[in-house]
């Protein structure tokens, strides 16, 4: 208990140095937290983008439909199985889509498309589509065949709200067939697949025009943040069988790739700014060590044995972490949760980051661990740092000590 009170007061002794490293500490602590929420926020306003707008939680297809996407292969009683697993515990919303790989058509330009067509309602609660137009309506003001498109796809192909435009596929029996749509809406979001590659139109338009009846090629299932993409995926293989139920890790697994390297960033930036910090530590401890070679070496001569001088250099070293960690703690916490409520303002950037798929606006994200971790990897680093200074303490002899100036 002595050992830990002179500790204390050694640290203070020199109270411009110790503020240094304690402010270094702060500083250090605070760039790990924000860098950390401000990395993650990329990865997971990215994957909440793609997952919550486009591929949803889970997806049920033809176990055949996905190899060529032909229009003949479309699932049983697709729509009252969606309507039953709407009712299930931990679904936020289940929708169905009709799609058909074709063209679409202006006076100016063509480009080859993905056609959904969708059920008005539920794609609204799983994808939120509605909110996404920036121009005319969603789905209203047009009588006849209304198409909603992105606005990238609009200005390729060069058309406004209420514009013509023609689209091109085969229908259920593998014959070319067209049909003439009309503009409704124009859609405004950083998805790259939604802005550039989809056209939406009503489900019984595009169903009438390939013959498909009432089926559908896909129910898009959109969960609870708690619940776990398997529980579903186990219940959907119980009650119905023949169909192909995937999580979005199987749909999509470079999110999967793209969330375990983020990860490993994350990890790496973190030993980088703890190791700077192991640095600015064993160079101020060791100066400290340096000044005091007299006084060091007068205690271990009337009686002090080495343990006890390299575990008072070790408590001083900890004291200093323990005082700048929590101040560190504390501010990167306000940073974040300042930025999770107005978000980083990335506008000067948007044009690149839109074409990749990010948002123009980020908001930074972490977990409450990982203030777990920061502490333990802070005090762990001050630890670290002490055992150099600390060894270099021990090595001396008390009686060439003595005769330092």
Known sequence: MMLIKIAWKNIWRSKGRSLVVIGSIVVGVWALIFGTGFMNGFIVNY???????????????????????EVKYSINDGRLKAEKIRSWEGVEGATTRTIVSGMISSAQKASGIQIRGIDLENESVVTGLDEMIGEGSYFEGIKRNPIVIGDNLAET?????????????????????????????????????????????????????????????????????????AQIISRYQSEFNGDLAETWREIAPELNLLQEMYGSMLYVLMG????????????????????????LGMLMAVGMNRIRVYFMIIFET??????????????????????????????????????????????????????????IGVLFTALIAALYPAWKAVKLKPVEALHKI
């Open 272 to 295: 980088i700014i703890l190791t700077a910090l192991i640095f600015g530590i064993v160079n101020t401890m060791l100066m400290a060590v340096l000044e005091r070679f007299k006084e």
């Open 157 to 229: 192909l060069k058309v406004g709200v209420r514009s013509k435009v023609v689209l091109t596929f085969n229908d259920g029996n593998g014959q070319i067939t067209a049909g003439a749509f009309r503009v409704a809406g124009i859609l405004n979001t950083s998805s790259v697949n939604i802005s550039e590659r989809y056209a939406f139109v009503l489900q019984e338009d595009i169903n009438r025009l390939v013959g498909l009846g009432d089926q559908v090629h896909e129910i898009a299932i959109l969960l609870d943040q708690q619940q776990e993409e």
């Open 318 to 375: 900890l004291f200093l972490g323990i005082a700048g960690a929590p101040l560190g703690l504390l501010f990167g916490w306000m940073t974040i949760k300042y930025y999770e409520t107005y978000g980083v303002d990335l506008s000067s950037y948007s044009e690149g980051l839109e074409a990749v798929g990010y948002s123009s606006i980020l908001y930074p994200y972490l977990e409450g661990n990982t203030y777990i971790i920061v502490t």
């Open 47 to 69: 994957m909440a983008e793609i997952i919550n707008n486009d591929i949803s939680h889970v997806q049920v297809h033809h176990p055949e439909f996905k190899k060529d996407l």
